[in-house]
């Protein structure tokens, strides 16, 4: 599947994560995935914003944290069809997948011979794990960012947020720790998952992933919908039974 590219407009990219419907569903609804085997009324999108999040995150530092919210923003912004990636907690489920065992590598194959600049279809060949991976990546990117605006991520506006998002999902930019770009694509994966997968993991906060796309959720049995060329009249529900 095509990743989304940062430098199209955000409004474009969140009717680009619409489209793709529930096929991005399919490969993000699950957390950590081994990267070796994600226009209503805008009083309508309003209604539907999540209450904000008081969560503290337990892997990110301060400014770690601060990158991973600004960038999730511009990767899939709040705009009039409904809450982006910060508003349902996409950067909480980030923070979480730091704390398990596909975070720490224990579940990959992680012995030599490494190349990290291998195509994607040879899978996953770098000797990072996913946590070494953000550590190093979001301080190369700050550098990157540094060196070229004399100001962090975090202190650009939207629009040259998103040139340094593309320069670094392209190769332009060159990170010595990490490669630029496998650090983006885990970033937008991630991402992805944490807005499509269930809130139990921390995103997809008040369904906001699941209504966008008109996916029904956890309900035990919708197949009568499938082939009707109408929208599914009930609204989805969690694992949790919480429904949308």
């Not at 990743?3 to 419907?21: E, H, I, M, N």
């Not at 991973?68 to 980030?94: C, K, Q």
Request: glycine share 10%; with cysteine; hydrophobic share 40%.
């Amino acid at each position: 599947m095509t990743a989304p590219d940062s430098s199209q407009p955000p409004s474009s990219r969140r009717q680009l994560f619409k489209g793709l419907g529930a096929a991005t569903l399919a490969v993000a609804v699950l957390p950590g995935c081994d990267t070796r085997q994600a226009t209503a009324a805008q009083g309508e999108a309003a209604a539907s914003n999540p209450a904000p999040s008081t969560y503290s995150p337990r892997f990110f530092t301060a400014g770690e944290w601060a990158f991973v919210n600004a960038a999730s923003a511009r990767l899939i912004p709040n705009d009039a069809s409904g809450p982006g990636a910060v508003e349902a907690g996409v950067p909480e489920y980030i923070d979480r997948q730091m704390d398990t065992a596909w975070a720490t590598g224990k579940l990959w194959y992680m012995q030599g011979p490494f190349n990290a600049d291998a195509p994607a279809t040879m899978g996953y060949q770098s000797q990072l794990t996913p946590q070494q991976i953000y550590r190093l990546g979001i301080d190369a990117a700050n550098g990157f960012v540094q060196k070229a605006q004399g100001k962090s991520f975090v202190q650009l506006a939207a629009d040259a947020q998103d040139t340094a998002l593309h320069e670094i999902e392209s190769g332009k930019a060159v990170f010595e720790a990490v490669p630029a770009q496998l650090f983006f694509s885990m970033l937008l994966q991630n991402v992805r998952e944490g807005f499509f997968a269930d809130p139990v993991h921390g995103g997809n906060r008040g369904l906001a992933g699941w209504k966008l796309i008109g996916f029904p959720g956890a309900r035990a049995d919708f197949m009568d919908w499938v082939e009707r060329d109408v929208k599914y009249p009930l609204p989805p529900v969690a694992l949790s039974g919480q429904r949308g």
